[in-house]
C-alpha cells in the first residue's frame, strides 16, 4: 500500500503560477512512475501529466503543455507540478497517483494509487 498526500493548492490570479507537491510513502519511491490527474465539477477525471522513473521520461497533455512542467526527487518521495501561466479552465482538484503496469501513461485506469487531491481555483 502506498500513501500519497498532495499540497499546494489554492486560489490565485489568471497568469498566476502554483506549485504541487505529492509525497509518497515507502521507500521504493525511486521504482514508481507518477502522474497528476485534475477534476472539474461535472466533468471526468483528465490526465495531465505523468513522468517515468527520472525525470528524463515526461508527458503532458496539450492542453497544459508548455506551461506546467512535471519533475521528482526520488531522495525526498517528492513528485512536483510546477503550473505557470495559469487559467480559469486549469480550475479542478488535482490528484497524484502511482502508476502499475502498461504504457497508456494517460489513463486513469492505470494508476493503482491515489492520493486525496489538492483544490486549485484561478480567478479570471
Known amino acids: 500500500q502506498v500513501q500519497l498526500v498532495e499540497s499546494g493548492g489554492g486560489l490565485v490570479q489568471a497568469g498566476g503560477s502554483l506549485r504541487l507537491s505529492c509525497a509518497a510513502s515507502?521507500?521504493?519511491?525511486?521504482?514508481?512512475?507518477m502522474g497528476w490527474f485534475r477534476q472539474a465539477p461535472g466533468k471526468e477525471r483528465e490526465f495531465v501529466a505523468a513522468i517515468g522513473y527520472s525525470d528524463s521520461s515526461t508527458y503532458y497533455a496539450d492542453s497544459v503543455k508548455d506551461r506546467f512542467t512535471i519533475s521528482r526527487d526520488n531522495a525526498k518521495n517528492t513528485v512536483y507540478l510546477q503550473m505557470n501561466g495559469l487559467k480559469p479552465e486549469d480550475t479542478a482538484v488535482y490528484y497524484c497517483?502511482?502508476?502499475?503496469?502498461?504504457?497508456?501513461?494517460?489513463?486513469?485506469?492505470?494508476?493503482?494509487?491515489w492520493g486525496q487531491g489538492t483544490q486549485v481555483t484561478v480567478s479570471s
Open positions: 515507502g521507500s521504493t519511491f525511486s521504482s514508481y512512475r
Open positions: 497517483a502511482v502508476r502499475g503496469g502498461g504504457s497508456r501513461y494517460f489513463n486513469p485506469t492505470e494508476y493503482r494509487y
